[in-house]
Structures are given as C-alpha cells and as structure tokens.
C-alpha cells in the first residue's frame, strides 16, 4: 500500500470533530482479543503516522476514554495486543504534560511497574512499559511528584543491582529513568537507590548509562548521609577518573560530586585523596577549559579541609595553576573568583600555620592579587584584598617580605584605584591596615633626646 493509500485509509479511523471511530472504541470494549487487537493496531497506525498531528493523535485517545482498557492491555495473555497496548502508551506518554497526566489518571503507573518488574520474558511490552515510567518521570515537576510517591522507579533500579540479567538497551533506559526521576532533597525516597547506583558507577563503564547514573546521583545527593553512601559502595576511584572524561556533561557531574566528598571531609575526603583527585584535577584545568571553574571548586574545598589535606594541595601543581590563573587578566570571571577562593581559603589557615602562607608568598601570590585588584568586579576585589591582608596582616616571619612585594607589584597604587570605585569595608580596612605596617616598618626612629 503506498503511502497516499495508507493516509486516506487512516482518516477513516478518526472523525472529522477529532474523534476516534466508533467501530474502534467498540473494538476496544468488546470482549473479543480479535476485536481488541484490530483496533488497538488502528490506533497505533494513527499515532506512528509522520503525516498527522501527533498532538491531535495523541487527544483523540485521550478523549476516546479508553486509557484505562489500553492499560489493562497491557497484562493481557495475547503478546501482539500487550505489544500494541504498550506502543500506544508510548506516543501518549510523549504528549503533553496533560496527555501524560491523563494516563496517569488512568491508572497508568501501577500496571507500568508491574510490567516492567515481571521476570518473564516480556520483550518490547516490558521495555516499552519502562520507557513510558521514564516519560511520565519526566513530565513535568507535578507528574514526577506522583511518581515518586509512588516509587515507581523500583523496577528500573532492580535492572541496575543487576544489569548483567538484562540487555544493554534495558540497562541505558534503566538508568535514563532514574535520570528523570532524579530530584534533589529527597533523600529519604532515594535512600536505597544510592547504593545500588554508586556500586553501578564503580563497575560500569559504557558511557551512555554511566553519564545518566552519574547524572541522578548529582540529583539526589545533597545530603551528609548520601555523599558517605557514596563513598562507602566504592564509587571515589571512578568519580576521580571520570573528572578526566572527554564528555563536558559527564566531567561536570563527576566534578561536583568529588567536590561533595572534598566538602564532606573524612573517609570521603580521604578516599579522592587517594585515587588521584588532584592530577584529575590538573588535567581538567590543563585540557578542559569548560570545566575549571569546577575543578576550582574541588580545590577550593580541599583547600577548607583538614590542615592535612590542605598541605597536599599546597605541595601538588594545584597551586601554581591558582596562581597563574589568579594573576591572568584575560581570564573569565568565574573561574578566577573560584580560585581566588581556594587561595582565600589557604590564606586563613596560614593565619595559625605560617607554612602556609610560606608557600602562597613563594609562589607569588601577592603579585598574582595585586594584577586581580585591577578588576572591575567587587567579588573579585573583595577575595584579593582578603589573601593580601592574611599575608601582610597576620605577625609571622614573612609579613615584611609581602609588604615588600605588594609595594613592588604596585598594590597600593591598584588599591587606591580601586577604593574610588568600590568601597566594601574589607577593602578600606584592609588597604588601612597595610598602611599602617608600612608606616610602623618605614618610619624614622624615634630620637632618644627628644622622647
């Protein structure tokens, strides 16, 4: 049948006013599977049509009012009409959000999640019926709500505890539901699910489904409690190597969970520590220029971390990667706040250990400050000021040797600049407070006689 001949015979399945035929609706209510399983291909050939609304398809189902006989379809002892009850829930499914709504409404989850967690062998109804719990999933914010109280991302995560059971398209959509169903602060929904997916991330890796888990656990972790799960089924060493990934997408989501383990401190902190986070980390800054700000973020809590942690960052190329990037005029705002970030945070610990503000002075962090101070954003200004005034504020050794060095880079000059334009408190009693440790180190001694 060519196509002109298809299309003509498909206008006789739907009214002029946009209904479905009544010898199908009938169909579809009779008892007989024949009748139920003609007209149900009759609807599905109206919804696969490239030539026809897919909108107007998908309503005059919707209005026909037999979502709830489709559904029940699904269960039904003749595999070709469970086949074709599931594809017509999959146009549906990728209607609107109302069109989505009203299978719900139907009754649509229930029968869904028990189809795709059925052991048999269901073929395309079992894969179909996961793929449509991912439409709805992904629906809108409402549809999602219902889904989640619902727990019906039980089955796509059942085939990821195990996903050498079942096909790899299975385990992409399995994982790709959970994507769409992922939401943050909903710890207690997701709490058995963390585990299963940071063990599959720490064997898996085919990309497609390892970037969708990877995705739904950045989701869902927001919490303490979550980010040790995490660590505690093992997921560090591959988050660590996927902050190296060539996907954007993927390297970003790695990113901001190791910086959630960083954040956390303890065992998680300690367990990137010892997979290589920071040689990651230079080869994201290095190579990925997308994603520095983020790699700045890892650093940045590191650097808030333990002492010890901290030290390690202090001794790795991090730091002059800081610095260069830091002293970089040309370079984009964001990247440059979050390292003067990490700085700031090394320079407060340098304010009990002196070793660390050792280490800022030799690896010029004044000078990079000062070429900072030229910018003409507060927060950017406001950072540098405060590294500078660890350094020349705080009573150690090297206080006259970062007064030396901020006279030398020009900083008061840039400073004076700046508080014409600006006027933060930090930036006045920072820029104050250097005066008057250069008047006490410059000024004429006193003459005994005239005390």
Known sequence: MDGDSHEKKLDKYITLDGQLASDIVDGIHSKSLHLQLESATKIGQLLRSE????????????????????????????????????????????????????????????????????????????????????????????????????RAFRPALDILADPSKFSPETVNTAAWVMESCSVSHKFSIFSEAIPILSKFISQQNEYKPLAAVVKALRRICSSPKSINMISEAGASPLLVQLCTSNSDDLRGDALFLVSRLAYEGGTPLQSILDNGVLQALQTCITEHVNTRKDAYAVASEIAMATPSAAKILVKSSILSLLIETVADQEEEAEVQLEALTALHNLATKGERKHSFLTSLLKADCVEACCAALRSQDGLRVEKAVRIVACLVDTPWSGADDAIERLEDSDGPTSQGFIMSEYSPPIVKQSVTSAQVIRKRKYAAPKNPWFA
């Not at 719900?104 to 073929?123: E, F, K, M, N, R």
């Open 51 to 150: 030539k026809r609304s897919a909108y107007a398809a998908v309503q005059a189902v919707v209005d026909s009012g037999l979502l709830s006989n489709v559904i029940d379809m699904l269960s039904s002892s003749d595999a070709a009409l469970a086949s074709e009850s599931s594809t017509i829930l999959l146009h549906v499914t990728l209607g609107t959000p109302q069109q989505r709504l009203a299978a719900v409404y139907a009754g649509a989850i229930p029968q869904l999640v028990q189809v795709a967690a059925s052991t048999s062998d269901g073929g395309d109804v079992r894969h179909n019926s996961l793929v449509v719990l991912g439409n709805i999933a992904g629906g809108s914010d409402s549809l999602r709500d219902i889904f989640l109280k619902e």
